[in-house]
């Protein structure tokens, strides 16, 4: 299927369709998701690897301003391998550890992956999401095993990033541009509904990274988070969102998008819809239940998505559960 290269105006035209135009748009999305994957969704494990945090994002209940009334974990590598058996016992080839932005995370997570990868004879996606670190950190990280990592850029309107985020967009993707030319398979991706964020600056998104050149991309629509400066603003649209995943889906086909489990956090059912306008993709999560109830990404009352769980979305959405797309490419990982 031929697709136009699309432009900022054409992917801002696609967010406001909606009725019988948005259905024309899902389905060409799911045509050109078609032709490259076929109906084969990955399935991916996440297992948070710590709470603790140095940034201080206006969303997030793992704040550094809410350290001190967290119960803050963070897991040696003995338990990560030891979860990662677990993952590898149900055939699963997709391993994110995820943590927040902390330096400790370099050694912690880069002493278990060896070990990780040795489990599954060199045959496994070790995806990384823990945030800035320097290159020689990056560099490293890559020699003991990581194959991708994920660094959301979460808005390209730098103004946004600083307010929400306390810090520089332009560091962010100084990251992503490293993670890039060390070879990883590298995933962005950004909030839908962030208070002051406009269309124009979602379809500025998607083409940024469209340019940057990363692999993988996502959206999840902004959920108000209790402890949080931002608990009270009015929850991200799981419309627009769906929008979102299909332009990013014409915007590159060959980007590996996922359906968020934020989704489901706003709206019920809403992340087997992500599947309809084209994403690609679902996480489940493997992180135990002692560390991971302390994991306040959207508050304490997040929704868990377990192995069952995402298995079940995956065949109603009438699509087959499969594993890493980055396994099969020539000299990888
Ligand atoms: S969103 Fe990530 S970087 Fe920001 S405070 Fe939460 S864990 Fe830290």
Not at 205 to 226: E, K, N, Q, T, W
């Amino acid at each position: 299927m031929e697709i136009p290269v699309l432009d900022e105006g054409d992917i801002r035209t696609m967010l406001t369709l909606r009725g019988s135009e948005r259905e024309e748009l899902f389905i060409q999305a799911r045509a050109a998701r078609a032709d490259v994957y076929g109906d084969r969704v990955v399935v991916r494990a996440v297992v948070e690897v710590t709470n603790l945090c140095r940034v201080d994002c206006d969303f997030c209940p793992m704040r550094r301003s809410n350290t001190r009334v967290n119960d803050v974990f963070h897991q040696t590598p003995a338990e990560m391998v030891e979860t990662a058996i677990g993952v590898h016992a149900l055939g699963v080839d997709v391993i994110c550890l995820q943590g927040g932005e902390v330096p400790q995370t370099t050694r912690s997570v880069g002493a278990a992956l060896p070990t990780i990868a040795e489990l599954y004879g060199g045959r496994v996606e070790l995806l990384l999401n823990l945030g800035n670190k320097t290159r020689a950190e990056y560099a490293w990280l890559r020699e003991q095993g990581a194959t991708s990592y994920i660094i959301k850029h979460e808005t390209s309107d730098a103004a946004l990033y600083l307010r929400t985020r306390h810090e520089a967009l332009d560091r962010r993707l100084e990251c992503i541009a490293d993670l890039l030319n060390l070879g990883y398979r590298v995933g962005s991706g950004m909030i839908i509904g962030l208070p002051g964020q406009s269309l124009d600056s979602i379809a500025r998104d998607i083409v940024l990274c469209r340019d940057m050149g990363v692999h993988m991309m996502s959206a999840a629509p902004f959920v108000p988070a209790p402890d949080t400066p931002l608990a009270d603003a009015p929850a991200g649209d799981v419309e627009l969102t769906l929008n979102v995943i299909a332009a990013m889906r014409l915007a590159q086909p060959a980007w590996t998008i996922p359906s968020v489990s934020a989704m489901r956090a706003n709206v019920e059912g809403g992340q087997r819809r992500g599947f309809d306008a084209g994403a690609n993709l679902i996480v489940f999560n493997a992180t135990p239940a002692d560390f991971r109830d302390r994991y306040l990404i959207y508050g304490k009352d997040r929704k868990v998505s377990s192995y069952e769980y995402v298995m079940d979305v995956v065949t109603q959405a009438g699509l087959t559960p499969g594993g890493s797309v980055f396994l099969t490419e020539p000299g990888r990982p």
